[in-house]
């Protein structure tokens, strides 16, 4: 079993409509990301929180610690925002990552 | 806006070749990170460096080699290219005491 397993793998949506993504993971944590990866692989990243819950536009990023569950919401959806998105979670220095769910938005 | 960059972006070579791949950061970050990304997987950590002459393997077991001569650059390199290194290669970077970490775009490796 994976230390980060994020779900669904693989979403489809219509513009407009409300996305949560989701990821759980086994491991004590200092911090959790949720990063953005494009086509062309490049990776940016989108939230770093350790609890509560932060927005940034369309994106609301939401963590429990106690129960190591954190979720990525995207309100009206739009087309730019297919992409692959991805949980990491900061184990002392480095990084575990989960495989990452591929969101694509039709209009 | 991260400062941190990769050559080449995208890289097709011949089997047996040596090839180095680029990394530098202008944010004076004491610590950076190789990654390798195989097509629809996770990515997984192959090198890091806590500072200049510090080097040290990550949890993936790689063949590749790197340096930290200077702070702002961490190159990677792969003394025999072979098809199985075909693989996209992250670099990342991050101050010390702060978690989050800053990607670079990545670089596509292809080895015929």
């Known amino acids: 079993k994976n230390e980060v397993e994020q779900s669904p793998q693989n979403l489809t949506a219509q513009e407009g409509e409300f996305i949560t993504i989701n990821c759980s993971y086994s491991v004590g944590i200092s911090a959790l990301h949720w990063l953005q990866q494009h086509p062309g692989g490049g990776i940016v990243s989108l939230f770093m929180l350790s609890s509560g819950k932060k927005k940034h536009g369309r994106l609301i990023a939401t963590i429990n610690i106690q129960e190591k569950h954190s979720s990525l919401h995207i309100t009206a959806s739009h087309p730019r925002d297919s992409a692959v998105y991805i949980c990491?979670?900061?184990?002392?220095?480095?990084?575990?990552f989960g495989t990452g769910t591929r969101l694509q938005v039709f209009p | 806006e991260a400062d941190i960059y990769q050559t080449p972006r995208y890289l097709v070579i011949g089997t047996g070749k040596k090839i180095t791949l680029e990394c530098s950061q202008t944010m004076g970050h004491d610590k950076m990170y190789w990654y390798q990304q195989d097509p629809g997987m996770e990515l997984h950590l192959i090198h890091y460096s806590y500072g200049v002459n510090s080097t040290e393997k990550g949890d993936l077991s790689s063949e590749s080699t790197v340096s930290r001569i200077r702070t702002e650059h961490f190159p990677l390199t792969l003394e025999s290219a072979r098809p199985s290194h075909t693989s996209q290669y992250l670099c990342?970077?991050?101050?010390?005491?702060?978690?989050?970490?800053?990607f670079g775009p990545g670089t596509r490796l292809t080895v015929l």
């Open positions: 990491a979670v900061g184990n002392t220095d480095k990084l575990i």
């Open positions: 990342a970077s991050r101050r010390a005491g702060r978690d989050e970490q800053f």
